[in-house]
Nanobody, 122 residues
Framework: VQLQASGGGLVQAGGSLRLSCAAS????????MGWFRQAPGKEREFVAS????????YYTYSVKGRFTISRDNAKNTVYLQMNDLKPEDTAVYYC????????????????WGQGTLVTVSS
């Protein structure tokens, strides 16, 4: 599976961005998808995930109510809509995929895309 993330950029605090991650190489609808981020000097952390049908989503506490993960199985793409961005959201954002939602990002059988940089200025 190849994952291609896009949509990062520079935005002022309070602004919005939408990240996209396009998948190829395997039936997209069989994969749970998610977003992780890594800020400078910090470890990579979980941001959000969505199961294969799109009916189940999870978010880290700090982004609840501001970020929304969604997927379009017809377009083989997962999105992360980020609103009310804060400087602490600045990080490289990575998309991930796994056939098992509950081990997403932690399995050797999973997949990772390249990162896309999000910078939020104060």
């Amino acid at each position: 599976v190849q994952l291609q993330a896009s949509g990062g950029g520079l935005v002022q605090a309070g602004g919005s961005l939408r990240l996209s991650c396009a998948a190829s190489g395997r039936t997209f609808s069989s994969l749970a998808m998610g977003w992780f981020r890594q800020a400078p000097g910090k470890e990579r952390e979980f941001v959000a995930s969505i199961n294969q049908s799109g009916r189940t989503t999870y978010y880290t506490y700090s982004v609840k109510g501001r970020f929304t993960i969604s997927r379009d199985n017809a377009k083989n793409t997962v999105y992360l809509q980020m609103n009310d961005l804060k400087p602490e959201d600045t990080a490289v954002y990575y998309c991930a995929a796994d056939k098992n939602h509950y081990v997403l990002g932690h399995s050797s059988d999973g997949y990772w895309g390249q990162g896309t940089l999000v910078t939020v200025s104060s």
